[in-house]
């Protein structure tokens, strides 16, 4: 499989409240992503700025082609409201083909 077909699985978490919705949306809209799931009710324990910190999120699971990726990652920082957004993508190496086609097909070439 080229590049170009293969699909990813992207997860970013934002805060709690209308933020994740407002966020995929946008990438789904603007084609970057084919689909966004939100889990709400995500604990995330991390050390920010030299504290131990933690934040109730909702986890963004988004689905796009490998060569958007660059793209999506770019748009995602210029929107979220953090000032270091989880963006982590994992490549799929396997998949329902047919779900897999229509990522391909509603993610923009």
Known sequence: MNE???VLVVLVTAPKGDAAETLAKT??????AACA?????????FHWQGQLDQADE??????????LFGQLSARIQEIHEYDVPEVLA???AQGSSSYLE??????RG
């Open 37 to 45: 799931n939100l889990l709400p009710g995500v604990r995330s324990i």
């Open 4 to 6: 170009g077909e293969q």
């Open 27 to 32: 990438l789904v809209d603007e084609r970057l």
């Open 102 to 107: 229509w990522v391909r097909e509603e993610t």
């Open 58 to 67: 909702t986890l963004v699971v988004l689905k796009t082609r490998a060569p």
């Open 90 to 92: 994992l490549s799929v």
